[in-house]
C-alpha cells in the first residue's frame, strides 16, 4: 500500500496558495474599491463627431495643387506630366555636360581659342547631326518647356475647382468657411521663375549661334568659339550681359532643379513672415545657402573658361571675320 496517500497534505508549492478567508458582507453604499475602473461608454452615449473643415476635406488644398490619382492603375496628368519634366532634365544633363567641357574647361586648360576649336569640332560629331540633336536638346527642350507649362495651369483648374467645390459645401452650412487667402495659382518658386527667364536667354542663344547662321548663310560651320569671341569684341556690353544672365540663371536653375529632384531643396513656400522679415529653420537657412553654393560654384566654374578666355579672344580677320560681321549685322543691336 501506497503510505503517501495517507499522510496527503495541501501543496504549498504553487504560485498562489489557496487560503480560506472569512466571510464579508457587501455594503450597497459603500464606495468601490480602488482597483476596479469605470467602464467605457456605449457607443450611444459617445459625443458626435465634429464636421470637418474645409482644410480637411476630400480634397485638401495644397501648395502644388496636385489631385490624387483616380485609380490606382490610371496614372493623372499631373503625375505624366511631372515624369515628363524629370526625364527630359536627365537627357538635357548629356549635352550640357558635353557643352561644358567644350566652352569652359577645355578652353580654361588650353588658355587658346583656336586650340580649343578643335575639340568643339569633335565633340559637334555627338550632339549636333541629323538625328542627336533633336533627341539630345531639341525634343527634350521643348518637352521640358511645354511640360512645366502645362503643369502650372492645371494645377491651377484644380485648384479653381475645388474652391468651387468649398464655396458650395460653405453655402449649405455643412462646413466652416475656408481660409480666405486661398491660393488660386500654384507657388511660383525660385525653380520655376529661373525656369523662364532661362529659356528667354537661352531662346537667344540659340537664335544668335544656331538658327542665325543657317538663315543667313545655309550653314554653321564656322561658328565656334571664335565666333563667340568676335561677337564679344564687337559688342561688349551687350555680349557680357547676355552670357552672364545666361550663366547665372541658368546654371541656377539647373543645380535647383536637381537638388529638388534628389529632394534636399528646401522648401521656401513653408517659410513665414514676422515682422516683416523672413524666418527660415536653422536646418533649411543650411540646405538654401548650400544649393545656391553649388549654383554660384557651377556658373564660376562655367565662367572662368567662357568669360576668363573665350571672351577675351578678340577680333576674326580674314574672310571669316567678314562672314561674323555679317551674321552680326542683322541681330538688332
Not at 464579508?24 to 457607443?43: G, H, M, Q, R, V
Request: aromatic residues 10%.
Amino acid at each position: 500500500m501506497d503510505t503517501a496517500s495517507l499522510h496527503a497534505k495541501a501543496s504549498q508549492e504553487t504560485l498562489a496558495s489557496l487560503l480560506q478567508l472569512d466571510p464579508t458582507p457587501i455594503d450597497p453604499e459603500a464606495p468601490p474599491p480602488a482597483f476596479e475602473k469605470p467602464l467605457p461608454s456605449l457607443p450611444k452615449d459617445s459625443p458626435e463627431p465634429r464636421p470637418r473643415s474645409a482644410s480637411t476635406s476630400t480634397y485638401p488644398m495644397t501648395m502644388e495643387g496636385e489631385l490624387p490619382t483616380p485609380h490606382r492603375g490610371s496614372p493623372s496628368p499631373i503625375f505624366l506630366l511631372s515624369r515628363v519634366q524629370r526625364y527630359s532634365s536627365i537627357t538635357l544633363s548629356i549635352f550640357t555636360s558635353i557643352h561644358l567641357a567644350n566652352t569652359s574647361l577645355i578652353p580654361l586648360f588650353t588658355r587658346s581659342v583656336p586650340a580649343s576649336e578643335t575639340y568643339l569640332l569633335q565633340a559637334r560629331e555627338i550632339y549636333q547631326t541629323t538625328l542627336s540633336e533633336p533627341l539630345l536638346i531639341g525634343i527634350p527642350v521643348l518637352a521640358h518647356i511645354a511640360a512645366g507649362t502645362a503643369l502650372r495651369f492645371l494645377r491651377r483648374s484644380h485648384n479653381l475647382r475645388r474652391y468651387a467645390a468649398n464655396a458650395a459645401s460653405v453655402s449649405t452650412g455643412k462646413y466652416p468657411p475656408p481660409v480666405p487667402t486661398l491660393r488660386i495659382w500654384p507657388h511660383f518658386s525660385y525653380i520655376s521663375a529661373s525656369g523662364y527667364v532661362f529659356t528667354a536667354f537661352f531662346a537667344a542663344h540659340v537664335a544668335v549661334n544656331r538658327i542665325l547662321p543657317l538663315v543667313v548663310e545655309g550653314d554653321s560651320s564656322n561658328i565656334g568659339l571664335a565666333f563667340v569671341a568676335h561677337g564679344f569684341a564687337r559688342h561688349t556690353a551687350l555680349s557680357t550681359l547676355s552670357y552672364v544672365g545666361l550663366l547665372t540663371v541658368g546654371c541656377g536653375h539647373m543645380v535647383w532643379g536637381a537638388a529638388k529632384w534628389l529632394g534636399i531643396a528646401p522648401d521656401t513656400s513653408e517659410w513665414t513672415q514676422r515682422n516683416g522679415s523672413r524666418v527660415v529653420p536653422k536646418g533649411r537657412r543650411r540646405a538654401w545657402f548650400g544649393v545656391h553654393g553649388v549654383s554660384a560654384a557651377f556658373a564660376l566654374l562655367w565662367a572662368a573658361g567662357g568669360l576668363g578666355v573665350v571672351a577675351r579672344g578678340g577680333l576674326t580677320s580674314g574672310w571669316i571675320g567678314t562672314l561674323y560681321d555679317n551674321l552680326y549685322a542683322h541681330v538688332a543691336f
